[in-house]
Structure formats: C-alpha cells, structure tokens
C-alpha cells in the first residue's frame, strides 16, 4: 500500500527517535489521517528486522481494527493476547493484546521482559493509566510507540509523563488545506445550558449531572437541529444511555429518522449499517461511537456531552471529518455552556494550540450567528490577539524606553519576527519544563536577549534555535530590532541584517537623528 507523503514522513520520524536513543515516542495524526496504517508499516518494518511487536489498546473492537489493517496492508497475521486467548506458543510475530488482560500480574508474569521488542499504543491519550504503566514498566526494554488524536498541548503534557519525544504530528488544518480531511464549519446555537451544578469526576464532567442539566432543554435543542440539520446526516453525542433514548423519540417526533445505538443494543451492527445506508439520518448515542466507528458522509456532529477532555471531544468531532462524495464540510453545532469554569472545550480546541487565540476564536464564532470555517475564524482571532499584544507591546515598549535595559525582551523579538509558535510555546516533556540552563541563559544574552522573562529550557532551546537560524539567513538580530523599533521603525524582524545595519549607521551619522525624508512607520 502506498502511504500519503505525511505518512511516509511519520513512519522515518519515529525510526529516527528510535536510532536516536529516544525509545519511548509520540505520533500525533488528526482522526481520519490513516494512523493505524501507519503503525502497520512501522508494525511490518520492526518485524522485517527480527522483532516481536506488541499492538496494545483498551478496547476489543480496536484491536480488531488493528488486527485486519496490518493483515490488508502487510500481510502479517496477528496472534492474539486477551481473555482466553493467548499469543505463547504462536509463530506469529505481531501480537494484539488487551490492556486489561495483560496488566494482570498473573498474566504478565508469563512473559519474559525482553519477549517484545517493541510496544504501539493505539489511542495513546488512556496510557497515563495504572494499567498500562504496569505493562511497560514489565516490558522496561521494549521501544514504545504511542499513537493519538489528541490536539491538546494539557493532553500532552500529561503524556509527557510517559512519553520521552514527540516523533511527529500532523495538525487538523494541515490535514484540511492538503485535501485529507473535510473542512469544519463552527455554529453557536444560542441556548444558555447551565452547568454549575454539575460535578466532576476523574477530570471531567460527571455525566449524570449533565443528563439532568440536559434535560429540560432537550425540545428546544430538537427545535435548532430542524433549523440546522434536517437535511444533514447527524451524530448526536449524549451524556447517558437513557438521555440518548429519549432525545432520539424527541427527534423522530419531530419529524427525522432517528436511531439510538449504546453497548447493550443487540441489534447495534445492524443499526450502524442502517444509518450508513440512510435508513436513518440522526444516530443518537451516549459515548459509544468516540473510537474505531467510521461513518465517511457523516457531515454534521451535535456534541450534548459537554467535556474537558480534548482528546474526547477531538475523536467525537473526528466521526465527521473524513471526506465522503458531495460533501463540503462538516457542520459542527456548538451550545452556550453557561459554567463558572473555563476549561470547556469548544470547536476552537480543535485547530488552536494557544488558549488564548482560542478563547478570542470562541467569542467571535458565538457572535457570529452563522456557520464559521474553523480555519477562517482561528486566523481572524489570531489576528485578534495580535493586534491585542502588539497594543501591550508599544505599552511595555515605553516602559522599557525609560528603563533603558539593553537587551530584548523576547516577547518583543517573538512579536516582530512574527513567531506565533514562540510566543505560544508551552513546554510538553519533563526536560522542557525545566529551567533553562547556565550556558543558555549566557548565550541568550550575547545574542542580545533578556533571559529573565524565559522559564523554562524548552522554550529557551527554541529560542536559541531561531536565533542561530535567522544569523544564518542573515536577518536581524535582537539589539537591531530594539533599536529600530524604539525609533518607530514597524516589524523590523523581517529585514535583512545589512538593511537595518546601513540604516543604523545613517542613523549613527546624523547624530543619532532620523534622517529626513524618512518616516518610520512608513519605512
């Protein structure tokens, strides 16, 4: 099978995180992209070097998931580890296995430590659970891929205890711009839901208080998706089976051709096929259809299960995402969660990796009033945001200019060089969260920047990086951007460093002065 070019460079990411001593790493690839076919071809490559590979998951569906795409796209079998089945004593060199079968004591103790060479975690995002630590703390030799959906920087962050790198991620609007993914249109549905009674539980909302807060809106809801939806093949998320039930009768009351699916149902593969076939045009479902169900013309996603997870709501919103014939997008309903808390995830924690572009994003689609492109909005709030720091800027500038400090604050650098990944920067691994070090804070400083304002190596290191880039380009450095853009001189980040060094000198020559016929911010 030929792998798509993000693919390609995916699968030598993590080959080169491996060769590079770093045996525990992450691939990030958007819901859609494909990422159990990547695992297979690292799967088939470890195997052609003599390993045994380890496919682990927490669920029987995405092991055989994973189990039948290696088989179609490899042709390696796989044994399989999990209830009463067991790999020991098989010839195969791939195994599927269930963390729930394998984290028993009883179980793992049947297993040498060196018997898997390598280790693929599909739906990564579960593995900072006890569960899996017990596995990999067994197999402590083992390579360790974990493999993921989630968007999430907080989501990361908390992987980071596991994981040593990132190998590799593909983001949602890359994957829309080259034609992978559908393009996502954001609407907000202006009902005020009230969630400050609901409770929490294991980090996010407790259901069960979200199906009571739910419920007396569940007819007003109905009512927005005729507006929005009627002509639409929908996936509706809901907290409990029994708020499912009931909004599906609400639905069909209503007029559409709705179907309920849950773990219980015996019939539950003979719906899904129906609804795939159009029998029905709304699925209505408590958290069953989050991994492994895909549904390519689904073009509209209606999330009633508010969340705190974006691991969570990225693979709910994923069940639309894929392209499908005579389909232009994905319609994503969102609703005014009222809350006194702020973590709620919104179409913006989709596409935004800085909380604050995605709080600007978030307002401007809730006073929009209409379908907004995700992609389209996120560049508007960015711009937002800027416009917004460039506003504190000129006023941390003039206080700067009566401080005289001789190096460059680095938001200042970050904001002329136009650096959105700098300025947002949020350290994800253990060794960047720590402080920068003795020789960075040195180097910083003879590069002209202030040190004091970086707290943490990662970003320090990334800093350095840029810097040693743009001395090779032969752009300008920090002390020429202070410089100039105390004199009024706009976004001097850009320039070629003999362009903004002739100037200084002209300026050096003329007393310090601006020259005539030169205005700055015209310049």
Request: charged share 30%; net charge neutral.
């Given at each position: 099978?030929e792998?798509?070019?993000?693919?390609n460079?995916?699968?030598s990411?993590?080959?080169?995180?491996?060769?590079n001593?770093?045996?525990?790493?992450?691939?990030?690839?958007p819901?859609?992209?494909?990422?159990?076919?990547?695992?297979?071809?690292?799967?088939?490559?470890?195997?052609?070097?003599?390993?045994?590979?380890?496919?682990l998951?927490?669920?029987?569906?995405?092991?055989e998931?994973?189990s039948?795409k290696?088989?179609?796209?490899?042709?390696l079998?796989?044994?399989?580890?999990?209830?009463?089945?067991?790999?020991?004593?098989s010839?195969?060199?791939?195994?599927?296995?269930?963390?729930?079968?394998?984290m028993r004591e009883?179980?793992l103790?049947?297993?040498?430590?060196n018997?898997?060479?390598?280790?693929?975690?599909d739906?990564?995002?579960h593995?900072?659970?006890?569960?899996?630590r017990?596995?990999?703390?067994?197999?402590?030799d083992?390579?360790?891929?974990?493999?993921?959906?989630?968007p999430?920087?907080?989501?990361?962050?908390?992987?980071?205890?596991v994981?040593?790198?990132?190998?590799?991620?593909y983001?949602?609007?890359?994957a829309?711009?080259e034609?992978?993914?559908?393009?996502?249109?954001?609407?907000?549905?202006?009902?005020?839901?009230?969630?400050?009674g609901?409770?929490?539980?294991?980090?996010?909302?407790?259901?069960?208080?979200?199906?009571?807060?739910?419920?007396?809106?569940?007819?007003?809801?109905?009512?927005?998706?005729?507006?929005?939806?009627?002509?639409?093949?929908?996936?509706v998320?809901?907290?409990?089976?029994?708020?499912?039930?009931?909004?599906?009768?609400?639905?069909?009351e209503?007029?559409?051709?709705?179907?309920?699916?849950?773990?219980?149902?015996?019939?539950?593969a003979?719906?899904?096929?129906?609804?795939?076939?159009?029998?029905?045009?709304?699925?209505?479902?408590?958290?069953?259809?989050?991994e492994?169900w895909?549904?390519?013309?689904?073009d509209?996603v209606v999330?009633?299960?508010?969340?705190k997870?974006?691991?969570?709501?990225?693979?709910?919103?994923?069940?639309?995402?894929?392209?499908?014939?005579?389909?232009?997008?994905?319609?994503?309903?969102?609703f005014l969660?009222?809350?006194?808390r702020?973590?709620?995830?919104?179409?913006?924690?989709?596409?935004?990796?800085?909380?604050?572009?995605?709080?600007?994003?978030?307002?401007?689609?809730?006073?929009a009033?209409?379908?907004?492109?995700?992609?389209?909005?996120e560049?508007?709030?960015?711009?937002?945001?800027?416009?917004?720091?460039?506003?504190?800027?000129a006023?941390?500038l003039?206080?700067?200019?009566?401080r005289?400090?001789?190096?460059v604050d680095?938001?200042?650098?970050?904001?002329?060089?136009?650096?959105?990944?700098?300025?947002?920067?949020?350290?994800?691994?253990?060794w960047?969260?720590?402080?920068p070090?003795?020789?960075q804070?040195?180097?910083l400083?003879?590069?002209?920047?202030?040190?004091?304002?970086?707290?943490?190596?990662?970003?320090?290191?990334?800093?350095l990086?840029?810097?040693?880039?743009?001395?090779?380009?032969?752009?300008?450095?920090?002390?020429?951007i202070?410089?100039?853009?105390?004199?009024?001189?706009?976004?001097?980040?850009?320039w070629?460093?003999?362009k903004?060094?002739?100037?200084?000198?002209?300026?050096?020559?003329?007393?310090?002065r601006?020259?005539?016929?030169?205005?700055?911010?015209e310049?």
């Amino acid at each position: 099978m030929e792998l798509r070019p993000y693919q390609n460079e995916a699968k030598s990411a993590v080959f080169r995180e491996w060769e590079n001593g770093c045996n525990k790493t992450l691939l990030v690839l958007p819901t859609g992209c494909g990422k159990t076919i990547v695992f297979a071809k690292i799967t088939e490559e470890c195997v052609r070097k003599g390993q045994r590979v380890l496919i682990l998951a927490h669920r029987g569906e995405l092991l055989e998931q994973a189990s039948d795409k290696i088989m179609k796209t490899t042709g390696l079998g796989c044994a399989t580890e999990k209830a009463e089945e067991s790999c020991i004593g098989s010839w195969y060199r791939v195994v599927v296995g269930s963390v729930q079968t394998l984290m028993r004591e009883k179980r793992l103790n049947q297993f040498k430590s060196n018997y898997f060479d390598t280790i693929i975690i599909d739906e990564a995002h579960h593995c900072i659970s006890d569960s899996y630590r017990r596995v990999l703390d067994h197999f402590c030799d083992a390579k360790v891929l974990g493999v993921t959906a989630t968007p999430d920087r907080g989501d990361m962050k908390n992987l980071g205890q596991v994981f040593e790198s990132l190998a590799y991620e593909y983001t949602l609007p890359k994957a829309i711009k080259e034609g992978y993914l559908s393009p996502i249109k954001a609407l907000t549905i202006p009902l005020k839901l009230d969630l400050t009674g609901v409770g929490t539980q294991a980090g996010d909302f407790k259901s069960s208080d979200i199906s009571t807060a739910l419920d007396p809106y569940l007819y007003q809801i109905a009512d927005e998706m005729t507006k929005h939806c009627k002509n639409r093949k929908t996936v509706v998320f809901l907290p409990l089976v029994k708020t499912s039930k009931k909004f599906r009768d609400i639905l069909n009351e209503k007029g559409f051709k709705a179907a309920e699916v849950n773990g219980e149902s015996k019939e539950r593969a003979e719906i899904l096929n129906d609804f795939e076939n159009n029998k029905y045009n709304v699925l209505c479902n408590s958290m069953l259809l989050t991994e492994g169900w895909d549904c390519p013309d689904v073009d509209c996603v209606v999330i009633l299960r508010p969340t705190k997870v974006r691991s969570l709501y990225s693979q709910m919103v994923g069940r639309g995402t894929r392209l499908a014939p005579n389909k232009d997008h994905l319609l994503l309903l969102d609703f005014l969660w009222h809350t006194e808390r702020h973590e709620l995830c919104h179409p913006a924690h989709l596409i935004c990796e800085n909380e604050e572009v995605a709080v600007k994003m978030t307002e401007n689609i809730e006073n929009a009033g209409y379908p907004v492109d995700i992609e389209e909005a996120e560049e508007k709030a960015s711009e937002d945001v800027v416009a917004q720091r460039e506003e504190a800027l000129a006023n941390l500038l003039a206080e700067m200019k009566k401080r005289k400090r001789k190096l460059v604050d680095p938001l200042q650098f970050e904001m002329s060089i136009q650096a959105e990944d700098l300025s947002g920067y949020v350290p994800t691994f253990g060794w960047e969260m720590s402080p920068p070090s003795d020789k960075q804070i040195k180097v910083l400083e003879k590069y002209g920047i202030f040190p004091d304002e970086i707290d943490n190596a990662g970003k320090a290191t990334k800093l350095l990086e840029r810097l040693e880039k743009r001395r090779v380009a032969g752009l300008t450095t920090p002390k020429q951007i202070r410089f100039l853009e105390s004199r009024g001189f706009q976004h001097v980040g850009v320039w070629e460093f003999e362009k903004a060094k002739n100037l200084i000198d002209r300026i050096a020559a003329n007393g310090w002065r601006i020259p005539s016929g030169i205005n700055p911010s015209e310049y």
